[in-house]
């Protein structure tokens, strides 16, 4: 959920990817804002970047970790 919001999809594009309810993703959203003491969305991004728990590449976004292979970083 994190590095989906971090990449900017919609609470409507992150239900659809993760085959769950808005209300779901909704509740989840909140819950990220809540315990990062974000205000918004562009907070959580802006954490998980600087945390490198969702780090750019040249071709995007990847929610691997550093040294992960994809294998590793499939939950």
Same mark, same amino acid.
Request: aromatic share 6%; with cysteine.
């Given at each position: 959920?994190?590095?989906? @919001?971090?990449?900017?999809?919609?609470?409507?594009?992150?239900?659809?990817?993760?085959? !769950? $309810? %808005? &209300?779901? !993703?909704?509740?989840? @959203?909140? &819950? %990220?804002?809540?315990? %990062?003491?974000?205000?918004? =969305? @562009?907070?959580?991004?802006?954490?998980?970047?600087?945390?490198?728990? @969702?780090?750019?590449?040249?071709? $995007?976004?990847?929610?691997?970790? =550093?040294?992960?292979?994809?294998?590793? &970083? !499939? %939950?």
């Amino acid at each position: 959920m994190l590095a989906l @919001v971090a990449r900017g999809r919609t609470n409507a594009e992150i239900a659809t990817e993760l085959f !769950v $309810g %808005l &209300s779901t !993703v909704k509740t989840h @959203v909140a &819950s %990220l804002m809540t315990k %990062l003491g974000a205000r918004n =969305r @562009v907070e959580i991004a802006m954490w998980a970047y600087d945390t490198r728990r @969702v780090r750019a590449d040249k071709c $995007g976004w990847s929610s691997r970790p =550093r040294g992960a292979t994809a294998a590793e &970083s !499939v %939950l």
